[in-house]
């Protein structure tokens, strides 16, 4: 078996546990070296608990700092023992939502320059050599600006070690399958709690058609390593297992079952899936089931 090593590449602390949390444990547990690069502190983002309500930005602007020991402990508990910070802790600052004033802000990864952006990471790559890269699509999912640049700094990374000692095999997007989500509602709608979309799944600007989903990551003995990371995470997330929901209080399951389109690379044998009760998209499956499959 092929030295398997996985470079994710992530907005804001959180985002790793939310999008990826399940695959990262699994990886980890199959003895892969898993590096996360996170973009910002997140300092931009809205606290939960009313106790640490000072730590926000109107306020000590200490959000960030605090975030870094949420993070380690989110690691710890996903196995993840590669952490770091593009261009280091505090290089970037988290932009806050798209269109409002943080945006302009100087120091924000919306306004990072993208190519001393892209060369950070491609300092990390340089020394990780990893086969597979992950990152958001191009809207960064759901449009917030340090998704979408997340996904340019990384494309560009990728791009600039093309045709070198250096290139990585695929370059994968997190994604979110309708399908899923639609079954999730109706959980949810099921057990009485409140869903975070009223209008129809098939109306949102995010998801993707079963059709897209390339790649299907059955994770799910390591869910509750995930819940393990989500709640370390207590600043931005409360968990209620199996739900767990951010600022908003609106609900949203975490799947043991994550879904990935290869955007770049040779696509790689079909696996098996997981069945469409435990989070899967259902037969007929013609997707793989690793991130590795077809490298080595």
Avoid at 61 to 72: C, F, N, T, V
Avoid at 123 to 142: A, H, K, L, S
Wanted: net charge negative; charged share 20%.
């Amino acid at each position: 078996m092929i030295d398997r090593r996985l470079l994710l590449v992530h907005a804001h602390p959180d985002d790793e546990t939310i999008g990826t949390g399940a695959t990262m444990a699994r990886y980890v547990a199959e003895g892969a070296h898993v590096t996360l690069v996170t973009c910002t502190l997140g300092e931009e983002g809205e606290i939960i608990p009313p106790g640490l309500a000072h730590l926000a930005a109107k306020h000590d602007d200490a959000l960030g700092r605090y975030r870094i020991g949420e993070l380690d402990a989110a690691c710890a508990a996903l196995g993840v023992t590669d952490h770091r910070f593009l261009g280091g802790a505090g290089r970037w600052r988290d932009s806050g939502m798209m269109g409002v004033a943080s945006n302009d802000d100087p120091r924000c990864f919306w306004r990072a320059d993208l190519d001393q952006a892209a060369a950070a990471l491609v300092q990390v790559i340089q020394e990780v050599r990893p086969q597979v890269m992950v990152t958001y699509d191009e809207n960064g999912f759901y449009g917030h600006p340090d998704h979408i640049q997340a996904n340019r700094v990384a494309w560009r990374a990728f791009q600039m070690i093309r045709d070198t000692p250096l290139e990585v095999a695929k370059f994968y997007h997190t994604a979110m399958a309708k399908s899923v989500m639609k079954r999730a509602a109706e959980a949810m709608h099921a057990a009485d709690v409140a869903f975070w979309a009223e209008e129809s799944v098939d109306d949102l600007p995010f998801g993707a058609a079963d059709g897209e989903i390339t790649t299907e990551i059955d994770a799910r003995p390591w869910v509750e390593a995930k819940f393990a990371a989500l709640r370390a995470h207590a600043t931005q997330v409360s968990v209620d297992a199996p739900w767990y929901a951010l600022s908003n209080n609106i609900g949203q399951e975490a799947f043991g079952v994550e879904h990935y389109i290869l955007w770049s690379g040779v696509r790689g044998p079909a696996g098996v899936g997981a069945p469409v009760e435990a989070g899967g998209i259902g037969a007929p499956f013609d997707r793989e089931d690793c991130l590795f499959a077809g490298i080595g």
